[in-house]
């Protein structure tokens, strides 16, 4: 199993630009979330995911949009890059809603200019 | 206030020596998660647990249910220890994670 995978591993944006980060997990998880972490602040929920076709919002949603088509994929989109939305994002899914192991990807270093 | 709270915030000790990480919480939870980040970034999920004491190498997790309260316990630690470590809740109602500020430890040789 790859478990969860990222790409890009690095972005640069301008502002105002959009971009997908792309996540997947080869584990059948039901249960997928994103979360960026920032100095000082501990990760925070951005959205997530309890199974294909729905998703629901964490913390700090606004500027971020996310679909649940597949179990597998769960793309988070930026819609219109600002310089606040730099940050590294993780991409995370566990195999049961309520009770299980975290598995975590590698991230994304976004630096929005 | 933050629902998770951990402590120490940073700690340095020296190669061997016993180490321990506090976390404690303040809403009703079904399972709370130990992640250990490393300087590259990568995070492990260590344990997760619900109840009572778990032992993986010289990592050791406790929780107390009744007092809101979980430690994470390194034996015999070592440089390569060096890492933030990062205690989670599930809360009983909802599917989120909720996240501590981390403790970033060193531990020199």
């Known amino acids: 199993n790859a478990g969860v995978t990222q790409t890009p591993k690095f972005q640069v944006l301008k502002t105002g630009q959009s971009m997908t980060l792309q996540c997947a997990q080869d584990m059948n998880h039901e249960y997928m979330s994103w979360y960026r972490q920032d100095p000082g602040m501990g990760l925070r929920l951005i959205h997530y995911?309890?199974?294909?076709?729905?998703?629901d919002q964490g913390e700090v949603p606004n500027g971020y949009n996310v679909s649940r088509s597949t179990t597998e994929d769960f793309p988070l989109r930026l819609l219109s890059a600002a310089p606040s939305q730099t940050s590294v994002y993780f991409c995370?899914?566990?195999?049961?809603?309520?009770?299980?192991?975290?598995?975590f990807g590698p991230g994304t270093r976004l630096l929005v200019l | 206030k933050n629902e998770v709270e951990q402590s120490p915030q940073n700690l340095t000790a020296q190669e061997g020596e016993f180490i321990t990480i506090n976390c404690s919480y303040s809403v009703g939870i079904s399972a709370l998660h130990w992640l250990q980040q490393h300087p590259g970034g990568g995070i492990v999920s260590l344990f997760m647990?619900?109840?009572g004491k778990k032992k993986h190498g010289r990592l050791i997790a406790t929780i107390n249910i009744q007092e809101k309260h979980s430690s994470l316990h390194i034996t015999a630690s070592h440089p390569r220890d060096s890492a933030v470590y990062i205690c989670a809740v599930k809360e009983t109602s909802g599917s989120r994670l909720t996240f501590g500020e981390g403790t970033q430890l060193t531990v020199n040789p």
């Open positions: 995911s309890v199974g294909a076709g729905i998703t």
């Open positions: 647990l619900s109840s």
């Open positions: 995370a899914s566990r195999s049961d809603r309520d009770i299980g192991t975290q598995y």
